[in-house]
């Protein structure tokens, strides 16, 4: 007797699933969206889930890491992730969450071909640079988001290749290497609430992406008052 096909084990979701949101979110343009998220931790982790949950098709999560003790307080680990790379423990978890497609990838983004949206959640600057030197390069990328966390203060960058002004800007006064960045101690770099709404924040400029509707391509918070300050 032939042997019989794997039952699929992807989560059907109920028909009211985006009904919150339907006329708000473009869940069908979503679902066509690629998105790549370098780095799964604080920021990362959360943007993966947010964009999970909006409708996003596909979420491709680069990084090389396992988890550890210090991450299950200001990431999105359970306590039984411990030692897992982070790429399987977040595929895990998102595959609880919704229907899309999540792609692990538990290695270092070196320079592999990318499309649509590419965000970047990495917490080196000499990464950073990396990352975008390659992305200058790809044709396929039409909005490159790199947020950035400091604690209780977050940045988040929008970049689009038309947008050359801006994108000499951000090349002149925010891409410079980690020896010259600030160096915060271990126990002052990361808040939950930060990573949260930075996530949020990168995650609706994706969305206003893919409507069609206005992206904001310098935005700054600082969450100890709750207020958006020049960037």
Same mark, same amino acid.
């Given at each position: 007797?032939?042997?019989?096909?794997?039952? &699929?084990?992807?989560?059907?979701?109920? &028909?009211?699933?985006?009904?919150?949101?339907?006329?708000?979110?473009?869940?069908?343009?979503? %679902?066509? $969206?690629?998105?790549?998220?370098? @780095?799964?931790?604080?920021? @990362?982790?959360?943007?993966? /889930?947010?964009?999970?949950?909006?409708?996003?098709?596909?979420?491709?999560?680069?990084?090389?890491?396992?988890?550890?003790? *210090?991450?299950?307080?200001?990431?999105?680990?359970?306590?039984?992730?411990?030692?897992?790379?982070?790429?399987?423990?977040?595929?895990?978890?998102?595959?609880?969450?919704?229907?899309?497609?999540?792609?692990?990838?538990?290695?270092?983004?070196?320079?592999?071909?990318?499309? &649509?949206?590419?965000?970047?959640?990495?917490?080196?600057?000499?990464? %950073?640079?990396?990352?975008?030197?390659?992305?200058?390069?790809?044709?396929?990328?039409?909005?490159?988001?790199?947020?950035?966390?400091?604690?209780?203060?977050?940045?988040?960058?929008?970049?689009?290749?038309?947008?050359?002004?801006?994108?000499?800007?951000?090349? +002149?006064?925010? /891409?410079?290497?980690?020896?010259?960045?600030?160096?915060?101690?271990?126990?002052? *770099?990361? $808040?939950?609430?930060?990573?949260?709404?930075?996530?949020?924040?990168?995650?609706?400029? +994706?969305?206003?992406?893919?409507?069609?509707?206005?992206?904001?391509?310098?935005?700054?918070?600082?969450?100890?008052?709750?207020?958006?300050?020049? +960037?």
């Amino acid at each position: 007797m032939p042997e019989q096909p794997a039952p &699929d084990s992807r989560i059907v979701l109920p &028909d009211a699933y985006y009904v919150r949101q339907k006329d708000v979110v473009p869940i069908e343009a979503l %679902r066509q $969206t690629r998105v790549t998220v370098i @780095g799964t931790g604080a920021v @990362g982790g959360f943007t993966s /889930l947010l964009l999970a949950k909006a409708g996003f098709g596909r979420v491709d999560i680069w990084d090389h890491d396992q988890v550890e003790g *210090q991450n299950l307080t200001t990431q999105w680990f359970k306590i039984h992730d411990l030692g897992k790379q982070k790429v399987a423990a977040m595929a895990e978890i998102l595959e609880e969450f919704c229907d899309g497609l999540c792609v692990p990838h538990p290695e270092r983004f070196v320079a592999p071909p990318v499309n &649509d949206v590419v965000i970047c959640a990495v917490d080196s600057m000499d990464t %950073r640079m990396q990352l975008w030197r390659h992305i200058r390069k790809c044709r396929n990328v039409p909005l490159y988001i790199d947020t950035r966390m400091g604690a209780e203060v977050g940045k988040v960058y929008c970049l689009r290749p038309s947008e050359t002004e801006l994108i000499k800007r951000y090349e +002149a006064e925010d /891409l410079y290497p980690q020896s010259e960045a600030f160096q915060a101690r271990c126990t002052e *770099q990361t $808040t939950i609430y930060c990573a949260a709404g930075l996530a949020a924040l990168a995650v609706a400029q +994706a969305v206003n992406f893919v409507a069609n509707r206005p992206v904001n391509p310098r935005m700054m918070i600082d969450f100890r008052c709750g207020v958006m300050v020049p +960037a």
